[in-house]
């Protein structure tokens, strides 16, 4: 019943910009905080961004943060990710996922239980 699906994702130079869109159904969604990650093959997954049920707290990765904003909109039950001045090393498959263990945004992959398919972003130069 619980689906999240991104999309977004795509093959941009350095320096460019990207909008990633994760699109929630099945969820109350104004009562979910939403996270942001990332993986690699054969590499740990990896933090990116969260935010609170009401978006008025925000965490980002040291890497990415001043680049990438997450925003909310729980009208649309939809969480974004706004990637600008992207790098190599942000080249990696991208997952939406939510948290139902309460208003606090963790960086830890266990505290979210219901997780999108992923979307490729691909920066090359």
């Known amino acids: 019943q619980v689906q999240l699906v991104e999309s977004g994702g795509g093959l941009v130079q350095t320096g460019g910009s990207l909008r990633l869109s994760c699109a929630t159904s099945g969820l109350t969604f104004s009562s979910v905080v939403m996270g942001w990650f990332r993986q690699a093959p054969g590499k740990e997954r990896e933090f990116v961004a969260g935010i609170s049920w009401g978006g008025t707290i925000t965490k980002y990765t040291d890497s990415v943060r001043g680049r990438f904003t997450i925003s909310r909109d729980n009208g649309k039950s939809t969480v974004y990710l706004q990637m600008n001045n992207l790098k190599p090393e942000d080249t990696d498959a991208y997952y939406c996922?939510?948290?139902?263990?309460?208003?606090?945004?963790?960086?830890?992959?266990?505290?979210?239980?219901?997780w999108g398919q992923g979307t490729q972003v691909t920066v090359s130069s």
């Open positions: 996922a939510a948290s139902r263990s309460g208003n606090i945004v963790s960086e830890l992959w266990t505290q979210y239980q219901n």
